[in-house]
């Protein structure tokens, strides 16, 4: 009896394992505790749990009266606002599905979504977003209302399909006075195994695809992950990264839910640095490109500080790289480095955790590409405890974490909890667990595609386990190439290798059936920059700079550097780099070069630049190029330059092959 | 659109300022309706900050008449002009360069600020009230001009444009039911210009202020713009809609150079 009972219990717990009912539970348990914090005319604004349920709740009934039901998707975009996180959790009580899309994509961009989806009702974050919307209105006829957060600017706006979110909030507000067991029963009806939301993959291959993530998923994810770092409801958390990728789900929404943490708001997105200085968060999540600008923010300061200063900063961070990170894993270390590194911390490292905004850090994290070595061990060194992840939207970006002590610069950890790993022949990573996707939106075919027989979803990345079960991932699978001369040519790897000095913004490698690698450069404007001034170089812009023979040297050195240690690794020592050019414009999501999240799209930067490519292999020593350029407004301009092409030393195998 | 253009607030009427023998302006008239966009064109030299300087008053004119909200006057007064809620910025920024975004901003609050030196010096009672009260509006030119980011970064560290939309902002901040604006793209790029315009636009869009303004870049004075007047060589050439004045002969070839 008993235990039939313990079980029935059990069920009905399971059955409320949605984020509607998170939601509400802390709003009953915990309602005092600050759920959300938005700062508003330079002051933080706070909404405890039970203000935040009462918003959801209006704004849920407010959707309701205009008609938006279960199964149908809502989309949000926008800038990370309280109202837009809420509104998910509002289309989720009544059984619908939140779509965030990106904020920053241009209105063209957004009707593949738009049309994909089968939007009806969009909530918006202000005007600007508004204006994109109608601009497409035409090509999305199912699109009927749309919902705008920021009324400013939109008081001329006539449309009768416009609505403001605090009217729609008052109108859901008594909606629910009137009807006190409607939306109770909306949320009652709503199943862990139904879909929560439905994020778009990237499109780094073909057209996006709508990833349906279930509740089950999502809150599995978000609880293994919660358990795995101890995060709590006291933590804190700054959300600053597009609500449409699947770490800010997890981070600001799923875990956020589980654990009863809070959720900061930024001001705006020029002011995260401030911002994350004032909250002083305890879990921080950045992909390695925001640690990398920060880095070389304090490095380029450094470099103009007084001479006590910075070698102080320099002796004290020789210090940090002995023993910082064998100090923060626990290992032994000798009593002197204890008492130095002790004072380092007071006058160096903690003040600058203190402007970094890192000084309450418990846990950090990036994912999203390879971070370098030297920048993963800067952060751990000065005592941040910054681990890798590994995960993709169709897994909650939930597969691999890093444990606290246990560290490997070159692996992104062990599965996470309830997460299984199995390695294909061709060395694919293939995954099974709670928290893999119900479905891609409407395509069965792509589904099929991605889930073998045994339940595995393929993620396309190719890696291995170590001997103590930590994953490594080489590069995409179906990227990895091989030479004319039967040489493994992993291109994200060596790519890496050049984007790890802070020079180096961004490079493509090519070698692919060809019988040499040769890789693009584009340089970072603000170090090499930064670089110049200080040499006295002048320049007049990007284009300049990236042509100038001095600029090429450097990158030159940086090649050859890569070359070396590309060199000392028998894998991948034949695909050292023998030419190379700085191109002349910066890669550009808006110029189709870099995906939304800044992926580089080979296949098609390798056309569009396929005289620069001819050159390259046919051994010419430059070559003029046109390019047309989009600008922010939407206007085009062209760029043109003659790119000058270097050959670069290699280096002999110096490592045997046996290793 | 909901803004409607009003009464005639300002009327200068035959204005003449020299300088010894200069003569900067010569018989000047025209006028400024409530809630519009008024732009002063003409070519280097042609009198335009001059004009300006004698609507707030910092030059009397030798002769002339100003009628302000129906007040027939021979001159202005800089402060009268300040308490009647003029406002502006200027050719060369006019800021303190050493102080914060937001402590530049406060001083266009100076007009309002109600309690005396004693009471601010200890920030007490009505004195911190105020001061609230005022952050709050500085907050709100803030938040209108999108300038968060540099909330706390001294002035002369900015960009040119930036430190463009800070003046406006100092300007903003007095709550003007006139802004009168020199130059305010002068050395701007197209985005910096996009974006004032867009600020100057939403301005007079949403608080209703009237804005008188000089400007050079033609393009942007006929998209913006309710009406022109065109100086030359301190006199009137032209008066009018973008597109009368566009097709006047005599501002094509004062303005323009050739006529096409």
């Known amino acids: 009896m008993t235990v039939a009972h313990t079980d029935a219990a059990r069920a009905a717990s399971d059955d409320r394992d949605t984020f509607p009912h998170l939601l509400l539970a802390h709003a009953r348990m915990r309602g005092d505790r600050p759920a959300v914090r938005e700062k508003d005319l330079g002051i933080w604004q706070s909404w405890t749990w039970a203000e935040a349920a009462r918003e959801v709740r209006g704004m849920a009934c407010g959707l309701a009266e205009l008609g938006f039901k279960r199964g149908d998707r809502l989309a949000i975009i926008g800038d990370n606002r309280p109202r837009l996180y809420w509104a998910m959790c509002a289309a989720q009580m009544l059984g619908g599905i939140p779509v965030p899309m990106y904020q920053d994509a241009v209105a063209q961009e957004m009707t593949f979504v738009l049309q994909d989806a089968g939007i009806h009702v969009a909530i918006v974050e202000d005007q600007e977003q508004v204006d994109k919307l109608l601009e497409v209105m035409e090509q999305c006829p199912e699109l009927q209302h749309i919902i705008y957060d920021d009324p400013r600017g939109m008081r001329h706006y006539s449309q009768p399909f416009l609505h403001g979110l605090d009217e729609v909030i008052a109108a859901g507000c008594i909606h629910d006075a009137n009807h006190d067991d409607f939306l109770d029963q909306e949320i009652a009806q709503g199943r862990p195994h139904d879909t929560a939301i439905m994020l778009y993959t990237s499109g780094t291959t073909g057209k996006p695809k709508g990833v349906c993530q279930t509740h089950h998923a999502l809150i599995s994810a978000a609880r293994g992950g919660c358990s795995f770092d101890g995060l709590n409801g006291d933590d804190e958390v700054l959300s600053y990264l597009p609500m449409a990728w699947v770490g800010d789900n997890l981070f600001s929404y799923a875990q956020a839910l589980v654990a009863g943490f809070t959720v900061n708001c930024p001001e705006s997105g020029d002011t995260v640095m401030t911002d994350m200085r004032e909250i002083g968060p305890t879990f921080y999540f950045a992909p390695p490109r925001v640690f990398e600008n920060m880095l070389t923010q304090v490095m380029i300061r450094m470099e103009d500080a007084g001479t006590i200063k910075r070698r102080m900063f320099h002796y004290f961070m020789d210090v940090a790289k002995r023993c910082g990170s064998d100090i923060l894993d626990g290992k032994p270390v000798g009593t002197q480095d204890r008492l130095l590194y002790a004072l380092g911390n007071l006058l160096v490292f903690g003040p600058l955790k203190n402007v970094l905004g890192m000084s309450r850090i418990r846990v950090a994290y990036t994912a999203g590409a390879a971070i370098g070595p030297d920048l993963f061990r800067f952060y751990r060194s000065i005592g941040i405890n910054l681990k890798q992840l590994y995960g993709q939207t169709e897994t909650c970006a939930y597969v691999c974490l890093q444990p606290d002590r246990q560290i490997k610069f070159d692996s992104v950890g062990l599965p996470a909890p309830g997460v299984e790993i199995k390695i294909a022949d061709n060395g694919e990573i293939l995954v099974k667990g709670p928290m893999l996707l119900k479905e891609y939106y409407q395509r069965p075919d792509a589904t099929a595609e991605s889930i073998n027989a045994d339940g595995y979803f393929m993620t396309g990345d190719a890696g291995f386990l170590d001997a103590e079960g930590h994953l490594k991932i080489i590069d995409r699978a179906k990227d990895v190439g091989k030479l004319t001369h039967g040489a493994m040519f992993a291109p994200n790897y060596i790519e890496n290798k050049l984007k790890f000095f802070s020079f180096v913004k961004e490079a493509v490698a090519f070698g692919h059936d060809r019988d040499m690698v040769c890789a693009f450069i584009n340089i970072d404007m603000g170090a090499v920059g930064n670089w110049a001034e200080r040499r006295s170089i002048a320049y007049a812009g990007y284009t300049d700079l990236a042509c100038k023979p001095e600029v090429y040297q450097l990158i030159q050195e940086c090649v050859e550097q890569v070359n070396a240690e590309l060199a000392a690794d028998a894998m991948v020592a034949d695909t050292q780099i023998h030419r190379f050019l700085v191109l002349h414009k910066e890669l550009d999501p808006d110029d189709d070069e870099l995906t939304r999240t800044r992926k580089v799209r080979r296949g098609f930067i390798a056309e569009k630049y396929a005289v620069l490519i001819d050159a390259l292999y046919g051994g010419k020593a430059s070559q003029f190029i046109e390019t047309e350029v989009k600008f922010e407004d939407g206007r085009k301009g062209k760029v043109a330059a003659d790119l000058v092409i270097r050959d670069v030393k290699t280096f002999p195998v110096t490592q045997g092959r046996a290793a | ?260």
Not at chain 2, 29 to 49: C, D, L, M, T, Y
Not at chain 2, 50 to 79: A, C, W
Not at chain 2, 110 to 125: E, I, P, R, T, Y
């Open chain 2, 1 to 260: 659109m909901a803004r409607q253009i009003g009464e005639i607030i300002l009327d200068l009427k035959n204005i003449s300022l020299r300088f010894g023998g200069v003569k900067a302006l010569t018989d000047i008239s025209f006028n400024v309706r409530e809630h519009e966009i008024r732009a002063i064109i003409g070519p280097n030299g042609a009198g335009k900050s001059s004009m300006l300087n004698v609507i707030n008053g910092v030059y009397h004119p030798q002769e002339g008449e100003i009628i302000f909200r129906g007040e027939h006057r021979k001159d202005m007064d800089t402060h009268e002009a300040a308490a009647a809620g003029f406002a502006r910025t200027f050719q060369n920024i006019a800021l303190f360069k050493g102080m914060s975004v937001l402590d530049n901003l406060m001083t266009g609050r100076n007009l309002k600020m109600k309690s005396n030196f004693l009471q601010h010096a200890l920030w007490w009672g009505p004195a911190r009230r105020e001061e609230l009260e005022h952050r709050r509006k500085v907050e709100e030119v803030i938040d209108f001009l999108e300038i968060e980011h540099i909330r706390k970064t001294p002035v002369g560290r900015l960009p040119y444009g930036l430190q463009k939309r800070v003046e406006l902002g100092r300007a903003l901040a007095a709550e003007p039911s006139i802004l009168l604006l020199d130059e305010p793209m002068a050395g701007m790029n197209v985005e910096e210009k996009q974006d004032m315009c867009r600020f100057i636009l939403d301005v007079n869009d949403q608080f209703g202020t009237t804005i008188v303004l000089i400007e050079h870049d033609m393009g942007v004075v006929m998209d913006i713009s309710d009406r022109v007047v065109v100086l030359d060589y301190g006199k009137k050439i032209g008066d009018g809609e973008p597109d009368e004045v566009k097709n006047n002969p005599e501002v094509i070839a004062a303005y323009l150079g050739t006529q096409h």
